[in-house]
Protein backbone atom coordinates (compact mmCIF):
# COMPACT_ATOMS: atom_id res chain seq x y z
CA UNK A 1 0.00 0.00 0.00
CA UNK A 2 1.41 3.53 -0.70
CA UNK A 3 1.15 5.26 2.38
CA UNK A 4 -1.23 5.85 5.46
CA UNK A 5 -1.87 9.37 5.42
CA UNK A 6 -4.70 8.71 3.22
CA UNK A 7 -7.84 6.64 5.24
CA UNK A 8 -8.65 4.11 2.18
CA UNK A 9 -5.18 2.43 2.22
CA UNK A 10 -5.84 2.35 5.63
CA UNK A 11 -8.89 0.46 5.51
CA UNK A 12 -8.19 -1.62 2.60
CA UNK A 13 -4.79 -3.24 3.88
CA UNK A 14 -6.16 -3.92 6.85
CA UNK A 15 -9.31 -5.76 4.20
CA UNK A 16 -6.82 -7.27 2.24
CA UNK A 17 -4.58 -8.88 5.22
CA UNK A 18 -7.93 -9.95 6.58
CA UNK A 19 -9.34 -11.50 3.36
CA UNK A 20 -6.12 -12.92 2.72
CA UNK A 21 -5.30 -14.68 6.09
CA UNK A 22 -8.90 -16.11 5.74
CA UNK A 23 -8.50 -18.22 2.91
CA UNK A 24 -5.65 -19.73 4.83
CA UNK A 25 -2.68 -17.48 3.43
CA UNK A 26 -0.16 -15.68 4.79
CA UNK A 27 0.03 -12.18 3.84
CA UNK A 28 2.75 -9.28 4.83
CA UNK A 29 1.52 -5.99 4.34
CA UNK A 30 3.62 -3.49 3.84
CA UNK A 31 3.35 0.70 3.70
CA UNK A 32 5.95 2.77 1.40
CA UNK A 33 5.20 6.00 2.62
CA UNK A 34 5.02 8.05 -0.54
CA UNK A 35 7.94 7.29 -1.14
CA UNK A 36 8.96 5.34 -4.45
CA UNK A 37 12.33 4.13 -3.39
CA UNK A 38 10.64 2.66 -0.52
CA UNK A 39 8.51 0.95 -2.43
CA UNK A 40 10.68 -1.01 -4.72
CA UNK A 41 12.80 -2.47 -1.11
CA UNK A 42 10.08 -3.45 -0.28
CA UNK A 43 8.95 -5.38 -3.00
CA UNK A 44 12.23 -6.50 -3.30
CA UNK A 45 12.02 -7.85 -0.05
CA UNK A 46 9.01 -9.66 -0.37
CA UNK A 47 10.21 -11.47 -3.63
CA UNK A 48 13.35 -12.48 -1.84
CA UNK A 49 11.14 -14.17 1.07
CA UNK A 50 9.66 -15.89 -1.85
CA UNK A 51 5.94 -14.42 -1.86
CA UNK A 52 3.74 -16.54 -4.52
CA UNK A 53 1.63 -13.27 -5.41
CA UNK A 54 2.21 -9.22 -5.23
CA UNK A 55 -0.96 -6.48 -4.63
CA UNK A 56 0.78 -3.28 -5.45
CA UNK A 57 -0.94 -0.04 -5.30
CA UNK A 58 2.30 1.93 -6.95
CA UNK A 59 3.33 5.06 -5.43
CA UNK A 60 5.45 5.92 -9.12
CA UNK A 61 3.74 3.77 -11.74
CA UNK A 62 6.72 3.81 -13.59
CA UNK A 63 9.24 2.65 -11.06
CA UNK A 64 8.66 -0.68 -10.97
CA UNK A 65 9.42 -2.63 -14.29
CA UNK A 66 12.74 -3.89 -13.14
CA UNK A 67 11.47 -5.06 -9.65
CA UNK A 68 8.59 -6.24 -11.28
CA UNK A 69 11.13 -8.15 -14.05
CA UNK A 70 12.52 -9.90 -10.86
CA UNK A 71 9.66 -10.77 -9.36
CA UNK A 72 8.34 -12.25 -12.92
CA UNK A 73 11.44 -14.31 -12.73
CA UNK A 74 10.23 -15.65 -9.59
CA UNK A 75 7.26 -16.86 -11.16
CA UNK A 76 5.33 -14.07 -9.32
CA UNK A 77 1.62 -13.21 -9.99
CA UNK A 78 1.38 -9.74 -10.00
CA UNK A 79 -1.88 -7.83 -9.32
CA UNK A 80 -1.86 -3.75 -9.98
CA UNK A 81 -4.26 -3.02 -7.40
CA UNK A 82 -6.60 0.37 -7.65
CA UNK A 83 -3.85 2.38 -9.56
CA UNK A 84 -2.05 0.88 -13.00
CA UNK A 85 1.60 0.23 -12.98
CA UNK A 86 2.86 1.37 -16.32
CA UNK A 87 5.67 0.44 -18.76
CA UNK A 88 5.88 -3.11 -17.90
CA UNK A 89 5.00 -6.55 -19.33
CA UNK A 90 4.60 -8.23 -15.87
CA UNK A 91 1.75 -7.26 -14.84
CA UNK A 92 -1.05 -10.23 -14.64
CA UNK A 93 -4.42 -8.24 -13.63
CA UNK A 94 -5.34 -5.30 -12.65
CA UNK A 95 -8.55 -4.68 -9.92
CA UNK A 96 -9.37 -1.07 -9.95
CA UNK A 97 -12.98 1.32 -9.97
CA UNK A 98 -14.15 2.74 -12.86
CA UNK A 99 -11.30 5.50 -12.56
CA UNK A 100 -13.09 7.71 -15.59
CA UNK A 101 -16.26 7.66 -14.34
CA UNK A 102 -14.79 9.35 -10.73
CA UNK A 103 -14.00 12.52 -12.27
CA UNK A 104 -17.19 12.15 -14.23
CA UNK A 105 -19.04 12.27 -10.86
CA UNK A 106 -17.49 15.03 -9.79
CA UNK A 107 -18.14 17.63 -12.66
CA UNK A 108 -21.56 15.98 -13.08
CA UNK A 109 -21.79 17.59 -9.23
CA UNK A 110 -20.42 21.05 -10.26
CA UNK A 111 -22.96 21.22 -12.98
CA UNK A 112 -25.43 20.22 -11.06
CA UNK A 113 -25.06 22.90 -8.29
CA UNK A 114 -24.10 25.55 -10.39
CA UNK A 115 -27.12 25.20 -12.57
CA UNK A 116 -26.16 25.52 -15.29
CA UNK A 117 -29.22 24.05 -17.65
CA UNK A 118 -31.01 27.38 -16.12
CA UNK A 119 -29.08 29.78 -15.25
CA UNK A 120 -26.24 30.67 -18.27
CA UNK A 121 -23.61 32.60 -15.26
CA UNK A 122 -20.73 32.77 -16.55
CA UNK A 123 -19.54 30.48 -13.56
CA UNK A 124 -15.72 30.90 -12.81
CA UNK A 125 -14.09 27.36 -11.96
CA UNK A 126 -10.69 25.96 -11.26
CA UNK A 127 -9.31 22.81 -11.47
CA UNK A 128 -6.93 20.43 -9.59
CA UNK A 129 -5.78 17.08 -10.58
CA UNK A 130 -3.45 14.35 -8.57
CA UNK A 131 0.00 13.15 -8.56
CA UNK A 132 1.17 13.14 -12.02
CA UNK A 133 3.51 9.91 -11.10
CA UNK A 134 -0.47 8.34 -10.36
CA UNK A 135 -1.82 7.01 -13.38
CA UNK A 136 -5.33 7.45 -11.97
CA UNK A 137 -4.74 11.22 -11.65
CA UNK A 138 -5.17 11.46 -15.62
CA UNK A 139 -8.21 8.86 -15.67
CA UNK A 140 -10.11 11.18 -13.38
CA UNK A 141 -9.18 14.96 -14.61
CA UNK A 142 -10.27 13.13 -18.15
CA UNK A 143 -14.00 12.70 -17.54
CA UNK A 144 -13.96 15.52 -15.44
CA UNK A 145 -12.67 17.81 -18.35
CA UNK A 146 -15.08 16.02 -20.57
CA UNK A 147 -17.98 16.64 -18.66
CA UNK A 148 -17.65 20.25 -18.07
CA UNK A 149 -16.22 20.58 -21.78
CA UNK A 150 -19.46 21.99 -22.93
CA UNK A 151 -20.20 24.35 -20.84
CA UNK A 152 -16.37 25.54 -21.11
CA UNK A 153 -16.47 25.86 -24.75
CA UNK A 154 -20.11 28.13 -25.11
CA UNK A 155 -18.57 29.91 -22.15
CA UNK A 156 -20.98 29.14 -19.39
CA UNK A 157 -18.02 28.02 -17.06
CA UNK A 158 -14.54 30.30 -17.44
CA UNK A 159 -11.21 29.02 -15.86
CA UNK A 160 -9.71 32.40 -15.48
CA UNK A 161 -6.24 31.21 -14.52
CA UNK A 162 -6.25 28.97 -18.21
CA UNK A 163 -4.89 26.08 -16.39
CA UNK A 164 -6.54 22.98 -18.00
CA UNK A 165 -4.05 20.98 -18.43
CA UNK A 166 -2.88 17.92 -16.02
CA UNK A 167 0.52 19.03 -15.51
CA UNK A 168 -0.30 22.34 -14.55
CA UNK A 169 -3.08 21.51 -12.22
CA UNK A 170 -1.37 18.28 -10.46
CA UNK A 171 -0.83 18.15 -6.87
CA UNK A 172 2.36 16.36 -6.14
CA UNK A 173 1.84 13.14 -3.36
CA UNK A 174 -1.51 13.95 -3.45
CA UNK A 175 -0.99 16.62 -0.49
CA UNK A 176 -3.19 18.94 0.84
CA UNK A 177 -0.34 21.33 1.66
CA UNK A 178 0.65 21.20 -1.87
CA UNK A 179 -2.89 21.96 -2.65
CA UNK A 180 -3.54 24.80 -0.54
CA UNK A 181 -0.64 26.47 -1.28
CA UNK A 182 -1.44 26.29 -5.07
CA UNK A 183 -5.28 27.50 -4.30
CA UNK A 184 -3.76 30.44 -2.68
CA UNK A 185 -1.94 31.74 -5.67
CA UNK A 186 -4.96 31.25 -7.70
CA UNK A 187 -6.79 33.21 -5.53
CA UNK A 188 -3.61 36.28 -4.96
CA UNK A 189 -3.49 35.94 -9.39
CA UNK A 190 -7.56 35.70 -10.07
CA UNK A 191 -9.75 36.09 -8.19
CA UNK A 192 -8.98 39.46 -6.42
CA UNK A 193 -12.37 40.78 -8.02
CA UNK A 194 -13.89 37.78 -9.25
CA UNK A 195 -16.40 35.47 -7.11
CA UNK A 196 -14.70 31.76 -7.67
CA UNK A 197 -17.81 29.64 -8.23
CA UNK A 198 -16.70 25.63 -8.00
CA UNK A 199 -13.44 24.03 -7.70
CA UNK A 200 -12.79 20.56 -8.90
CA UNK A 201 -10.99 18.75 -6.22
CA UNK A 202 -10.42 14.84 -7.37
CA UNK A 203 -9.27 13.45 -3.56
CA UNK A 204 -10.73 14.46 -0.07
CA UNK A 205 -7.60 15.77 1.31
CA UNK A 206 -7.09 18.05 -1.67
CA UNK A 207 -10.68 19.03 -0.93
CA UNK A 208 -9.36 20.28 2.39
CA UNK A 209 -6.36 22.51 1.48
CA UNK A 210 -8.50 24.42 -0.92
CA UNK A 211 -10.89 25.00 1.79
CA UNK A 212 -8.40 25.81 4.41
CA UNK A 213 -6.83 27.92 1.88
CA UNK A 214 -10.24 29.86 1.11
CA UNK A 215 -11.23 30.38 4.81
CA UNK A 216 -7.60 32.13 4.87
CA UNK A 217 -8.77 34.03 1.87
CA UNK A 218 -11.70 35.15 4.36
CA UNK A 219 -14.82 33.21 2.61
CA UNK A 220 -16.66 31.58 5.08
CA UNK A 221 -17.64 27.40 4.17
CA UNK A 222 -21.25 26.86 4.09
CA UNK A 223 -22.24 30.51 3.31
CA UNK A 224 -23.49 31.67 -0.19
CA UNK A 225 -20.21 32.71 -1.63
CA UNK A 226 -18.03 29.88 -1.03
CA UNK A 227 -17.20 27.77 -4.25
CA UNK A 228 -18.89 23.83 -4.51
CA UNK A 229 -16.04 21.62 -3.99
CA UNK A 230 -16.01 17.98 -4.71
CA UNK A 231 -13.68 15.03 -3.68
CA UNK A 232 -13.36 11.05 -3.43
CA UNK A 233 -12.76 8.67 -0.50
CA UNK A 234 -15.36 9.80 1.76
CA UNK A 235 -12.83 10.22 4.37
CA UNK A 236 -14.06 10.76 7.41
CA UNK A 237 -13.58 14.00 8.11
CA UNK A 238 -14.66 15.00 4.65
CA UNK A 239 -17.94 13.63 5.44
CA UNK A 240 -18.23 15.55 8.72
CA UNK A 241 -17.94 18.93 6.26
CA UNK A 242 -20.57 17.51 3.44
CA UNK A 243 -23.23 16.24 6.40
CA UNK A 244 -22.14 20.01 7.93
CA UNK A 245 -22.30 21.92 5.48
CA UNK A 246 -19.02 23.20 6.16
CA UNK A 247 -17.55 24.14 2.63
CA UNK A 248 -17.05 20.31 0.74
CA UNK A 249 -20.44 19.09 -0.56
CA UNK A 250 -19.45 16.43 -2.62
CA UNK A 251 -17.36 13.45 -2.44
CA UNK A 252 -16.73 10.10 -4.51
CA UNK A 253 -17.14 6.73 -2.54
CA UNK A 254 -15.21 3.58 -3.36
CA UNK A 255 -16.12 0.88 -1.30
CA UNK A 256 -12.88 -0.50 -0.99
CA UNK A 257 -14.19 -3.44 1.04
CA UNK A 258 -15.13 -4.59 -2.40
CA UNK A 259 -11.82 -3.62 -3.99
CA UNK A 260 -9.94 -5.79 -1.63
CA UNK A 261 -12.92 -8.58 -2.59
CA UNK A 262 -11.55 -8.47 -5.87
CA UNK A 263 -7.75 -8.58 -5.86
CA UNK A 264 -8.00 -11.46 -2.82
CA UNK A 265 -11.11 -13.16 -5.05
CA UNK A 266 -8.14 -13.31 -7.96
CA UNK A 267 -5.82 -14.50 -5.85
CA UNK A 268 -7.60 -17.37 -4.85
CA UNK A 269 -9.10 -17.87 -7.97
CA UNK A 270 -5.70 -18.59 -9.68
CA UNK A 271 -4.48 -20.70 -6.60
CA UNK A 272 -7.47 -22.67 -7.63
CA UNK A 273 -6.00 -23.07 -11.33
CA UNK A 274 -8.57 -21.04 -12.96
CA UNK A 275 -8.71 -17.19 -14.62
CA UNK A 276 -9.97 -14.61 -12.52
CA UNK A 277 -12.74 -13.01 -13.87
CA UNK A 278 -12.48 -9.50 -15.72
CA UNK A 279 -14.99 -7.21 -17.19
CA UNK A 280 -12.53 -4.98 -18.95
CA UNK A 281 -9.95 -5.62 -21.51
CA UNK A 282 -9.69 -2.43 -23.87
CA UNK A 283 -8.90 0.77 -21.62
CA UNK A 284 -6.39 0.12 -19.46
CA UNK A 285 -3.30 0.19 -21.77
CA UNK A 286 0.03 0.15 -19.57
CA UNK A 287 2.34 0.57 -22.45
CA UNK A 288 3.09 -2.64 -23.10
CA UNK A 289 -0.69 -4.34 -23.30
CA UNK A 290 -4.34 -3.88 -22.38
CA UNK A 291 -4.06 -5.18 -18.57
CA UNK A 292 -7.39 -7.34 -18.16
CA UNK A 293 -9.21 -5.45 -15.62
CA UNK A 294 -12.44 -5.79 -12.91
CA UNK A 295 -13.80 -2.57 -12.58
CA UNK A 296 -16.03 -1.41 -9.69
CA UNK A 297 -18.75 1.63 -9.83
CA UNK A 298 -17.51 4.44 -8.21
CA UNK A 299 -20.81 6.06 -6.17
CA UNK A 300 -21.35 10.30 -6.04
CA UNK A 301 -21.83 11.43 -2.14
CA UNK A 302 -23.20 14.89 -1.23
CA UNK A 303 -25.89 15.88 2.15
CA UNK A 304 -28.41 13.40 0.82
CA UNK A 305 -27.06 10.14 0.83
CA UNK A 306 -23.67 9.98 2.96
CA UNK A 307 -25.44 7.66 6.00
CA UNK A 308 -27.18 5.77 3.48
CA UNK A 309 -23.83 4.84 1.86
CA UNK A 310 -21.53 4.94 4.36
CA UNK A 311 -23.01 4.26 7.78
CA UNK A 312 -25.90 2.07 6.97
CA UNK A 313 -23.34 0.01 4.95
CA UNK A 314 -20.78 0.15 8.28
CA UNK A 315 -18.05 1.98 5.45
CA UNK A 316 -17.86 4.48 8.50
CA UNK A 317 -19.40 4.58 11.97
CA UNK A 318 -21.22 7.95 13.25
CA UNK A 319 -18.54 8.22 15.65
CA UNK A 320 -15.59 8.32 13.17
CA UNK A 321 -17.47 10.84 11.23
CA UNK A 322 -17.39 13.26 14.41
CA UNK A 323 -13.97 12.64 15.91
CA UNK A 324 -12.21 12.92 12.68
CA UNK A 325 -9.29 14.80 12.43
CA UNK A 326 -6.79 15.91 9.64
CA UNK A 327 -4.87 12.88 8.61
CA UNK A 328 -2.39 14.94 6.91
CA UNK A 329 -2.01 17.50 9.94
CA UNK A 330 1.73 16.01 10.44
CA UNK A 331 2.33 17.11 7.13
CA UNK A 332 1.14 20.79 7.43
CA UNK A 333 -0.87 22.74 9.55
CA UNK A 334 -4.32 23.11 8.25
CA UNK A 335 -6.68 25.40 10.44
CA UNK A 336 -9.12 22.74 11.54
CA UNK A 337 -6.67 20.57 14.00
C1 LIG B 1 -6.78 6.60 -5.67
C2 LIG B 1 -7.71 7.52 -4.95
C3 LIG B 1 -6.96 8.25 -3.87
C4 LIG B 1 -5.66 8.83 -4.35
C5 LIG B 1 -4.85 9.40 -3.22
C6 LIG B 1 -5.60 7.35 -6.17
O1 LIG B 1 -4.78 6.53 -6.89
O2 LIG B 1 -7.48 5.95 -6.72
O3 LIG B 1 -8.77 6.79 -4.39
O4 LIG B 1 -7.75 9.33 -3.46
O5 LIG B 1 -4.93 7.87 -5.04
O6 LIG B 1 -4.47 8.43 -2.30
Request: proline share 4%; net charge negative.
Amino acid sequence: MPTKTSERWDIEGAALEKQLTDFGYQAILEYGDDDPEKQVEQIQGMVDQGVEFLIIAAIDNRSLGEVLASAKDNGVYIISYDRLILDTPDVDYYASFDNYQVGVLQAEHILQRLNVEEESGPFNVELFSGASDDSNSQYFFQGGLDTLERYTYDGTIRILSGQTEQGETSTERWSGAVAMERMTGLMEDYYEDERLDAVLCPYDGISRGVIYALEDWGLTPGSDDFPVITGQDAEALSIQLIRDGEGQTQTVFKDTRDLAGVASGMVKTIVGGSEPEVNDLGTYDNGFKFVPAFLLEPVSIDESNWQEELVDSEYLTEEEIDDAVEPQAEEYDPPRN
